[in-house]
């Protein structure tokens, strides 16, 4: 079963400051099916980030996901105070079929 | 606008049942996937299973924590989803969400309910 790996745990970053997430794969995983949410307290995750870089509709462009392979990073370019929230990584395997979820980073 | 809304969560004692709903509107219920996501403050997000749409027969899928204990149904005719959940052990104790999958060859979810609780405690 493929584990992810997300770090760091928690980024403390000041506005206007880059935040960089790593989520990593304990194999190959199809970058088709690399996905990110954001939740913020209180909240259901939202889709933020599908097919490893293709962002979800209503989502600013200072985010940016990328990577292949057991590598993948999401990339917030510009903080603002409103993205403060945990993001989550997420992968699809089909065989057996399979949701794996990354345990998370926090941004503050 | 989709929405999803959950409900039917609450206190049951180990060993107990419990019927989840999730009302849909918004999108065309009977051409999605949908799927339930839990969440516990330890375990973090654990996907629990899905149902996928008409034209792939509605077929089940689950994970392995829930297999044989855990059933989820759909019922196109009104927009719900269900979760049958039996044999209940305090790790079933989660905000369980319910989610669509309308994309299948990306695989997320991507709309979610607001959540419902479930606490499994004697």
């Known amino acids: 079963e493929i584990v992810l790996t997300q770090s760091p745990g928690t980024l403390s970053l000041s506005p206007g400051q880059r935040a960089t997430l790593s989520c990593r794969a304990s194999?190959?995983?199809?970058?088709?099916?690399l996905t990110w949410y954001q939740q913020k307290p209180g909240q259901a995750p939202r889709l933020l980030m599908y097919g490893t870089s293709t962002r979800a509709t209503g989502v600013p462009d200072r985010f940016r996901g990328s990577g292949s392979g057991r590598d993948f990073t999401l990339t917030i370019s510009r903080l603002e105070p409103e993205d403060s929230a945990v993001y989550y990584c997420q992968q699809y395997g089909s065989s057996p079929p399979m949701y794996i979820f990354g345990q998370g980073t926090k941004v503050e | 606008e989709v929405q999803l809304v959950e409900s039917g969560g609450g206190l049951v004692k180990p060993g107990g049942s419990l019927r989840l709903s999730c009302a849909a509107s918004?999108?065309?219920?009977?051409?999605?996937?949908m799927n339930w996501v839990r969440q516990t403050p330890g375990k973090g997000l654990e996907w629990v299973g899905r149902?996928?749409?008409?034209?792939?027969?509605?077929?089940?899928d689950y994970a392995a924590p829930v297999k044989g204990t855990f059933t989820i149904s759909r019922d196109n005719s009104k927009s719900m989803l269900y979760l049958h959940m039996s044999s209940l052990t305090t790790e079933d104790t989660a905000v369980y969400y319910c989610t669509t999958l309308m994309t299948v060859a990306t695989q997320n979810f991507d709309y979610w309910g607001p959540g419902t609780l479930v606490t499994v405690s004697s």
């Open positions: 194999q190959s995983v199809n970058s088709n099916f």
């Open positions: 149902i996928k749409n008409t034209n792939d027969r509605e077929t089940t």
């Open positions: 918004g999108f065309v219920f009977r051409d999605a996937y």
